[in-house]
């Protein structure tokens, strides 16, 4: 049981559920007070300590019956009541029918259950090692099945059955053995698939450790380079990184509280006291930012999109207030979008949004637009962010445009994925724009997405 | 205390017994929580009785509840201690006399700084000291049920301290040393989930969340809040408002929202859900215009036919209100 429950951690946290050594260490507690006998509440004991998040409670549930299935029942021997003399007859009758079925009659008519290692062999003759889905339980189990001419049983039973009969045993006897053989079928077929089930999470296990190593790899790696496979290791990682980049951003906030005396509100603030100013109110120097963010979603800038909306979002408590827009030809308000949903859907529907059309991209227009609805939106402490590759489709950059908005804000910031010397090359505008920005940053791989994050939420 | 929940099921009729309904689940987690001596992390929408459950446990084991409300810009000061100045001051003011007096036979500055010294751990002794509820939670001499409440709404440096104290229950003062509970408290935190919660906060609770109640479980609660609601309705009342969770809302109405309605309805001594009633109580159910006109539009098309009684009804009256 101990091992089984190790597993079981193990095989959450194969599946993406963050489960800490102190975690399974009360989960362990919790068992030894409630027991493992009333399995409602071991499943709940287990759940309360091991998983810490709502969207989590679903891999749980989906994994605890791999785990703690209803375990397959043991083998039984259908001999146990037979005489000495029936044994004997049993024996002699089924050595003779057995043929090639010897290994699947031993099972069933001795109640012998597959060792490990028979196990393992059959395992490796089905290929079940290089199974990653747990889906796939039930076709790798019917596999070992065939493996043990589990097809021909009921025609060699029939024939062992008739030859018991022959022997002269009593028919009463052979309906019971009949009745256990078939028990044991059973019991059997769900030992190979409960096998299968814990083998193929096991390898899901095995596979994650390695993932988990190329992780560091991949940051370092262009966002456009990508594999879907690869992107969803990165995902996985965003939440590290922004918890990282939330708590340097704390504590930045936190140092820099102290600035100047307050002195209307520290006049405020003692009246209680006669006007002594015994306490001392100071400003705080560093307020949370509010974010404009202007977001290219054209193909070639989906990836970073992505992930600049996924580690923004991540890090919402850290900004007071952000408008989210996504333009492609024109130009999309995406603010509710962001803000009701959970962030898979919101980077669903952001990236659907604007349909693709063959070099649509205009931005100049889309800052026109901008500039005409959502101008209001900017003040003195706004930083404006504009992801892009500054690929205009040779439309008019409407650069004075950018240099209004730029002037309004505290601050324009522009994420550009393409490295300096492609700037003005071709249809790029980004070193028409470049001048007109507070800072410009290459992002050209997590990693970098990260600096240039935190090195906007520090301003 | 510890005799009289030994188990779920006593866990469970306790909590009924403050007409707080708990769900296998709530209370084999509380249970535990109790038994490991963890915090508890509720999590769940607004409105399903998180906050309930404490306030329940607390009255069900006869420990005082210390409520800590969170809320953005929450510090130490607010939430564990501050000293209490203006009393300090009073005191010093009053017993100004008395100072002079034991540092009158001093011969020189020093010595008067030095006796002075002697007696200054008068004024920053734990008389001065104003309790906040963490701290209050801890010195108090009974064990007690300290309910943290919309934990997500604390800044993340607030989170961090609460650390520090969710796994020593020991806090430090500068002036007067650390301070060890005396009797673990009970803790409860709860969370809307509007941020996430730091790892580090997660690991030390034991996690549990409380979605709304299926139809069943809603109506017994209803039974138990708002007796003198007539059966029948309280069964049309809690499965309207399971319809109207089950539809696409800004916010979904919550338990003591039902409650409040049901309450609503006893009060208009309303003797069946017609549509007239329901729309014109939905207000209390819901909380956005846009999601009102919602749930009529969706009231109206749904029962289109007895909508078209009722409206021809109300023109009969007009009618023969005209005629008269």
């Not at chain 2, 104290?165 to 650390?178: A, K």
């Amino acid at each position: 049981m101990e091992k089984r429950i190790a597993r079981f951690i193990a095989g959450l946290r194969a599946s993406g559920v963050r489960v800490s050594v102190a975690e399974s260490e009360d989960a362990w507690k919790a068992i030894r007070h409630m027991g493992v006998m009333e399995r409602e509440l071991f499943k709940l004991s287990l759940r309360s300590t091991l998983i810490k998040d709502a969207n989590d409670i679903l891999i749980f549930e989906e994994l605890f019956p791999l785990y703690f299935g209803t375990a397959a029942p043991p083998l039984m021997n259908p001999q146990a009541e037979l005489s000495p003399q029936e044994q004997q007859m049993m024996q002699e009758a089924a050595d003779e029918v057995a043929g090639d079925l010897q290994q699947l009659l031993d099972y069933l008519l001795n109640g012998r259950a597959p060792t490990q290692e028979e196990l393992e062999q059959m395992a490796q003759q089905t290929g079940l090692d290089d199974a990653n889905s747990t889906y796939q339980a039930g076709r790798y189990a019917r596999r070992m099945q065939r493996l043990l001419n589990w097809d021909r049983l009921p025609e060699i039973l029939e024939m062992l059955w008739e030859k018991l009969r022959e022997m002269g045993m009593d028919p009463q006897q052979i309906a019971a053995l009949q009745q256990r053989v078939q028990e044991n079928m059973e019991a059997l077929q769900g030992q190979l698939e409960q096998f299968a089930g814990e083998r193929i999470q096991d390898n899901i296990t095995e596979e994650w450790r390695d993932r988990r190593q190329n992780a560091y790899d991949l940051m370092q790696r262009p966002l456009e380079h990508l594999s879907e496979t690869e992107m969803d290791i990165l995902r996985d990682q965003v939440r590290r990184l922004a918890a990282r980049l939330r708590s340097r951003v704390a504590l930045r906030q936190k140092r820099s509280k102290k600035g100047k005396l307050d002195v209307k509100n520290t006049i405020r603030g003692n009246l209680r006291y006669g006007g002594v100013p015994i306490e001392l109110k100071m400003r705080t120097k560093r307020k949370k930012p509010k974010l404009v963010v202007i977001m290219d979603v054209s193909r070639s800038m989906h990836n970073v999109t992505e992930f600049f909306l996924r580690l923004l979002y991540e890090l919402q408590d850290q900004v007071q207030k952000t408008h989210s827009f996504a333009f492609y030809d024109h130009l999309e308000n995406v603010t509710d979008d962001m803000q009701n949903n959970d962030i898979e859907k919101a980077i669903h529907i952001v990236l659907t949004k604007l349909p693709y059309k063959p070099y649509g991209t205009d931005l100049g227009k889309c800052l026109v637009d901008f500039n005409d609805d959502y101008l209001g939106i900017i003040d003195q402490r706004t930083t404006v962010i504009v992801v892009g590759d500054g690929r205009n489709n040779f439309n008019n950059p409407a650069l004075d445009t950018f240099q209004d908005i730029s002037k309004r804000a505290r601050k324009t910031i522009w994420l550009n994925p393409e490295y300096p010397r492609q700037w003005g090359t071709g249809d790029s505008d980004m070193d028409k724009y470049e001048p007109l920005c507070t800072e410009v940053y290459v992002v050209r791989n997590l990693n970098d997405l990260t600096n240039a994050i935190d090195h906007m939420l520090a301003a | 205390m510890e005799l009289q929940y030994d188990s779920v099921e006593s866990v469970k009729t306790a909590l009924g017994e403050q007409q707080y309904i708990a769900s296998d689940e709530i209370a084999t987690v509380l249970y535990l929580a109790e038994k490991l001596g963890k915090p508890l992390l509720l999590e769940g929408p607004a409105g399903v009785g998180k906050t309930e459950l404490s306030k329940a446990w607390a009255k069900a084991t006869g420990k005082p509840l210390v409520r800590l409300q969170c809320y953005e810009g929450l510090d130490e000061s607010k939430a564990l201690y501050e000293w209490e100045y203006a009393k300090q001051m009073l005191y010093t003011q009053l017993l100004r006399d008395k100072l002079a007096e034991v540092l009158s036979d001093a011969d020189s500055l020093a010595t008067a700084a030095d006796q002075l010294a002697n007696e200054e751990d008068i004024f920053f002794s734990e008389r001065f000291l104003l309790e906040r509820p963490l701290l209050q939670a801890i010195n108090h001499d009974e064990p007690t049920v300290l309910l943290i409440d919309e934990i997500d709404r604390a800044d993340a440096e607030f989170e961090a301290f609460l650390l520090e104290v969710l796994s020593d229950f020991q806090v430090s003062i500068p002036e007067i040393g650390t301070i060890t509970a005396k009797q673990r408290p009970v803790v409860f935190l709860t969370s809307n989930n509007t941020r996430e919660l730091s790892e580090a906060l997660k690991r030390r609770c034991l996690f549990i969340f409380i979605d709304y109640p299926n139809v069943s479980e809603e109506l017994d609660i209803v039974r138990i809040k708002v007796p003198e609601l007539s059966e029948q309705m309280a069964k049309q009342a809690v499965e309207a408002v399971q319809t109207l969770r089950r539809m696409d809302l800004k916010k979904h109405p919550s338990v003591s929202e039902t409650l409040d309605w049901a309450k609503a309805l006893v009060t208009l001594n309303a003797e069946s859900l017609d549509r007239e009633t329901v729309e014109n109580t939905l207000t209390v159910l819901l909380k956005y215009e846009q999601d009102i006109s919602k749930a009529r539009r969706i009231l109206r098309g749904r029962d289109g036919g007895q909508g078209g009684r009722d409206l021809s009804e109300g023109g009969g009256s007009s009618y023969r209100g005209g005629d008269w």
